[in-house]
């Protein structure tokens, strides 16, 4: 089993930044890949960014494309999120997630909820204007 953490959260002003944290536990040598996701209330759930834990490939939603970075730091477990030039849409709760099977297309699904068996309880990220 894999336990995810998220935190970083908060609130902060248009144009500002974030950094955002999962620390994975549990069965981490068999995660391979990790999902950002951001929901609001009412709306699908939006992938995010995605990494390829073994090959450091990552993957971005358009709407973030060029703003958020996603890495990762093996030893201490952990996946960043961090976020730059924030707009008050990019308001949300944002949650990450890990995938233990291998997707050999996972370029084309890292966004998709259902490639991911583990998910964290989510960071609330509030921008305002």
């Known amino acids: 089993q894999v336990q995810l953490v998220e935190s970083g959260g908060g609130s902060v002003q248009a144009g500002g930044s974030l950094r955002l944290s999962c620390v994975v536990s549990g069965s981490t040598s068999n995660s391979n890949y990790i999902g950002w996701f951001r929901q609001v209330p009412g709306k699908e759930r939006e992938g995010v960014a995605g990494?390829?834990?073994?090959?450091?490939?990552?993957y971005y939603g358009d709407s973030v494309k060029g703003r958020f970075t996603i890495s990762q730091d093996n030893a201490k477990n952990t996946v960043y999120l961090q976020m730059r030039s924030l707009k008050p849409e990019d308001t949300a709760m944002y949650y990450c997630?890990?995938?233990?099977?291998?997707?050999?297309?996972?370029?084309?699904?890292?966004?998709?909820?259902?490639?991911?068996?583990?998910w964290g309880q989510g960071t609330q990220v509030t921008v305002s204007s």
């Open positions: 997630a890990a995938a233990l099977q291998y997707w050999a297309n996972y370029s084309r699904l890292w966004g998709l909820s259902y490639v991911y068996g583990f």
């Open positions: 990494i390829y834990i073994n090959g450091g490939n990552t």
